[in-house]
């Protein structure tokens, strides 16, 4: 079992930030997602019997993502609105296989891999800086500031 799975966007997202110091900032983008872990907390009921079990979730492929910075320091978020094109990806396990192959199905969209999915962000309000913002297990990371 692996303890250390993750999950990651990369690429670049685009917006307007000049705006006035009391708007909110909207950023989308095309980002490429990649998924390599273990839910370990799926609850099996076949046979009549509960017991504890694990998928583990890998796949890749872009996807639409929309990142809101609130005015005020109010924070933000992050939102994985749906995938696009072509993905890679493979479900296995100590699960059921009828678990296993609805988890198939899921992801990307509704999967309890996609964390992403409206989660919120702890952000100073304005345009994104260069930097690391942290919320929880997610961890934001603005590589470099692109301005058109």
């Known amino acids: 079992m692996r303890n250390n799975g993750r999950v990651e966007l990369t690429g670049l997202v685009s917006g307007l930030d000049k705006v006035r110091a009391d708007e909110d900032i909207s950023y989308r983008g095309v980002l490429q ?12 009921g076949v046979g009549g019997e509960s017991k504890l079990c694990s998928i583990t ?16 320091n109010r924070g933000g978020y ?11 990806k493979s479900t296995s396990g100590s699960c059921d296989a009828l678990l296993i192959g609805e988890e198939f199905k899921m992801f990307p969209n509704d999967s309890q891999a996609t964390i992403f999915n409206g989660n919120e962000l702890t952000l ?20 470099r500031v692109v301005r058109r």
């Open 33 to 44: 997602f990649t998924a390599d872990l273990d839910l370990c907390d799926v609850r099996d």
């Open 78 to 88: 992050v939102k994985v609105s749906q995938a696009r094109g072509s993905w890679t």
């Open 124 to 143: 100073k309000s304005g345009p994104l800086q260069v930097g690391q913002y942290r919320t929880g297990r997610v961890l934001f990371e603005v590589l």
């Open 57 to 72: 979730v890998a796949g890749a492929g872009p996807m639409n993502v929309e990142l809101e910075v609130y005015e005020g």
